[in-house]
């Protein structure tokens, strides 16, 4: 099926620091939706956000939706060892479809 | 956020055999979704899960292997048919509220076929 690219694929920090990851698409979407996923877990959602350049935060995250619609971002503050795990990104494209379709996903692991 | 469990959690079935997963949430919802994630990958689509009728499914997935049930707006069931290792994987059941347009996961069950 169809999947937007999610970057970096991967990623190992220190403790401490910031993070950025980014989803991308040639596509407009309507809606994205940002999930982290632990090991043997279900995805967990962490931001919605619903307009372009909108920008929203749940606690050290803050996600935003791109300008173009055809992007959004995820930024983490000050890493913390249990922020481990994968992020999925997921869009819906314009009216008339109620699917998400979901990023690559992004592999974090941080470093104590 | 509406609360989705699964069972079972985990099961290593043999070859040939089939498996019903359940999925049961506390709240009425409009969309039920079941996924399947491979090791390693990310979340690929098999159907919705439509009350009272055949599910829709996507591309490359067909009722004969994975029959769906959605007898009520909070419970679905999904069957794995006919096993083979290639159908070890996490499946994931997925729901839309009724007031809003975001989705919630289940917390999947882990499937091995030997």
């Known amino acids: 099926g169809q999947q937007l690219n999610q970057s970096p694929q991967s990623m190992f920090i220190q403790e401490g620091e910031d993070v950025s990851m980014n989803c991308t698409s040639s596509?407009?979407?309507?809606?994205w939706l940002w999930y982290k996923q632990d090991p043997g877990e279900g995805p967990v959602l962490l931001i919605a956000l619903y307009k372009a350049g909108e920008l929203t935060s749940n606690g050290r995250l803050t996600a935003q939706f791109g300008i173009t619609r055809k992007d959004s971002f995820l930024n983490i503050s000050a890493s913390i060892p249990s922020d481990v795990g994968i992020y999925f990104c997921?869009?819906?494209?314009?009216?008339?479809?109620?699917?998400?379709?979901f990023g690559t996903g992004t592999r974090l692991k941080v470093l104590a | 956020s509406a609360v989705i469990s699964q069972k079972p959690s985990r099961d290593i079935c043999q070859r040939g055999t089939s498996l019903t997963i359940q999925c049961q949430v506390d709240?009425?919802?409009?969309?039920m979704f079941w996924y399947r994630q491979q090791p390693g990958q990310s979340l690929t689509l098999i159907a919705t899960?439509?009350?009272?009728?055949?599910?829709?499914?996507e591309s490359g997935f067909v009722i004969d292997k994975f029959p769906i049930s959605r007898p009520n707006l909070t419970f679905s069931t999904l069957t794995v048919s006919n096993m083979s290792p290639e159908d070890s994987s996490i499946y994931l059941c997925s729901v839309r509220p009724l007031d809003g347009n975001e989705q919630f996961f289940g917390p999947g069950t882990r499937l091995t076929v030997l």
């Open positions: 709240s009425q919802v409009t969309m």
């Open positions: 997921a869009g819906q494209l314009g009216a008339g479809t109620y699917k998400y379709i």
């Open positions: 596509s407009i979407f309507n809606t």
């Open positions: 899960a439509n009350q009272g009728s055949e599910a829709t499914y």
